[in-house]
C-alpha cells in the first residue's frame, strides 16, 4: 500500500502531512533506513522548503518546479490537479521585478567607470 492511499483526501495536504510527523517516518523508513533517525536541522529545512513551495502555488497556481506535479503540496487533494509548473511563472515574476534593478545596475556600473576614468586626471 502506498503512502498517499493511507491520508484522508478531505481537506488534507501534503504540508499537513509533513506537520504531524508522518512524513518524517515515511522519509526516514524509506530513504534513510529502518534504523536511522531523522535529524532536527533536516526537519526544519524541509518545513521552510514547504513553506516556500506554499507561496508558489498561492501566488501562481502552480506545483512542481521544472515538471507539472500530480496534486498540489499545499493544497487539499480535493482541489485537483495542478495545471502547470512553477517555474515559468517564477521566471516571469523575476523578469518583471527585476528590470529596475538591473537597469539601476547598469547605470552604477557605467558611473563606476566613468569615475575611474575621470580620477586619473589627477595625477599628473
Known amino acids: 500500500m502506498s503512502f498517499l492511499g493511507t491520508l484522508p483526501t478531505d481537506g488534507f495536504t501534503?504540508?499537513?502531512c509533513a506537520m504531524s510527523g508522518r512524513l518524517d517516518e515515511t522519509v526516514s523508513r524509506n530513504f534513510i533506513g529502518?534504523?536511522?533517525?531523522?535529524?532536527?536541522?533536516?526537519?526544519?529545512?524541509?518545513?521552510?522548503?514547504?513553506e516556500f513551495i506554499k507561496f508558489?502555488?498561492?501566488?501562481?497556481?502552480?506545483?512542481?518546479?521544472?515538471?507539472?506535479?500530480?496534486?498540489?503540496?499545499?493544497?487539499?487533494?480535493?482541489?485537483?490537479?495542478p495545471k502547470n509548473s512553477c517555474f515559468p511563472s517564477l521566471v516571469s515574476y523575476f523578469n518583471e521585478?527585476?528590470?529596475?534593478?538591473?537597469?539601476?545596475?547598469?547605470?552604477?556600473?557605467?558611473?563606476?567607470?566613468w569615475l575611474f576614468f575621470l580620477h586619473t586626471g589627477f595625477y599628473h
Request: aromatic share 12%; charged share 25%; proline share 5%.
Open 14 to 16: 501534503l504540508m499537513d
Open 34 to 50: 529502518d534504523h536511522a533517525e531523522v535529524d532536527p536541522d533536516e526537519k526544519i529545512e524541509v518545513i521552510l522548503e514547504l
Open 56 to 81: 508558489l502555488e498561492d501566488n501562481f497556481e502552480c506545483s512542481g518546479m521544472c515538471r507539472d506535479s500530480p496534486f498540489f503540496y499545499t493544497k487539499p487533494f480535493s482541489a485537483g490537479v
Open 97 to 113: 521585478r527585476l528590470l529596475i534593478y538591473a537597469l539601476f545596475s547598469i547605470v552604477c556600473g557605467l558611473n563606476c567607470f
